[in-house]
């Protein structure tokens, strides 16, 4: 007998009561729309840092992935439902669900084992999980396809922003390894330009294709893993460069306007900017570090703005529409700024 998928009765409710926030908060935002997000929350450790998210008062949040850890061997789906209760019990983050509209990404932590692809067999068990976690209904498109991509319009008219997070777990082919790992540059992974290799998939392609041709002023394009990242070997979509090229190349043939790339992954926070990429500079924030950052990085940035952030941090997207702007901000525990770029709009459009 094929099991049923049961979905607790409260979850299409609580789901719709967040998301129908949305309007109310961009009215009351006004011209200022602020848009948080944040990755890696190791649910065994205190989370202090989402009450200073909620004093943001942010319009919208993306939980990009880790949310949870479990990723010990053997994998289990018990494991990651364990994970999941516990985090549950974080009031910070239950009172975020509650109260602000949001989408959820995954990236190995809360998918898989660590680093893991296309290869591991318990994703749609994962998958179901996380989307129960975070109340999505059972009539959600991401429910009735592979992967968990997914993307929102936020605002109208003039004042539209388009949020699509990729799913670069779910298809991704494997990555290659160096004969001598932990050298600067290849310290796990090195560049694979095979051309049988995906990160996102084929139908996740097209599909995105799609979405950038539809009319936004801005679009944050989530990415669990770093894109624009040079001068590691760690996790990035330089590990598949025809693929990054491919997403710069859909991004120019679409013609879409005000892109601008969001990330995690890594436990630091940095800012990145490509100049050749589409018809008009792409900028990458990678905000890696929730409740736990890597106090000791360092590696070469060739297209990296300034230092790395290596304290717990949260990033906040703030598009203020009447200076026709956009600043990319990493914060701290205390909301302190730690980093910040600010971004005339007009250089963002080709």
Not at 25 to 53: F, H, Y
Not at 117 to 124: D, I, L, V, Y
Not at 137 to 152: I, K, M, S
Not at 173 to 195: A, N
Request: charged residues 20%.
């Amino acid at each position: 007998m094929k099991r049923r998928h049961i979905i607790p009765a409260t979850a299409a409710v609580l789901y719709a009561a967040s998301q129908a926030a949305q309007a109310q908060s961009l009215q009351r935002g006004g011209d200022m729309w602020r848009l948080t997000v944040g990755s890696c929350a190791n649910q065994k450790i205190a989370q202090p840092i989402w009450q200073t998210i909620l004093s943001d008062k942010p319009d919208f949040h993306i939980f990009g992935g880790d949310n949870v850890y479990a990723s010990d061997r053997p994998w289990s789906l018990a494991q990651l439902q364990e994970a999941y209760a516990l985090a549950a019990k974080q009031e910070g983050m239950a009172q975020l669900m509650r109260s602000v509209p949001f989408m959820a990404m995954w990236d190995d932590h809360d998918y898989g084992f660590n680093d893991s692809g296309a290869e591991f067999e318990g994703k749609q068990a994962a998958k179901l999980a996380l989307l129960d976690f975070f109340k999505y209904p059972e009539n959600h498109a991401t429910r009735t396809r592979e992967g968990l991509y997914d993307a929102r319009i936020l605002g109208e008219g003039q004042r539209r922003i388009q949020i699509i997070t990729l799913d670069t777990r779910w298809f991704r082919s494997t990555l290659s390894r160096p004969l001598i790992p932990g050298l600067p540059g290849q310290e796990r992974y090195i560049p694979d330009s095979s051309p049988e290799k995906t990160m996102l998939g084929e139908a996740q392609w097209q599909w995105l294709e799609a979405q950038l041709k539809i009319p936004a002023q801005i679009r944050l394009i989530y990415s669990g893993i770093q894109v624009l990242a040079l001068g590691h070997g760690w996790e990035r979509w330089g590990n598949l460069p025809l693929e990054r090229q491919r997403l710069l190349d859909t991004i120019a043939r679409t013609k879409a306007q005000g892109v601008i790339l969001l990330s995690g992954d890594r436990h630091i926070g940095a800012l990145y900017k490509e100049n050749i990429a589409a018809p008009y500079p792409l900028w990458e924030m990678t905000s890696s570090g929730l409740t736990h950052a890597w106090a000791n990085a360092s590696e070469a940035g060739p297209n990296r703005i300034g230092q790395l952030v290596r304290a717990n941090h949260y990033g906040l997207v703030a598009v203020n529409w009447a200076k026709s702007e956009v600043q990319l901000q990493l914060k701290d525990t205390q909301g302190r700024s730690l980093h910040a770029i600010t971004i005339p709009m007009k250089d963002l459009q080709s």
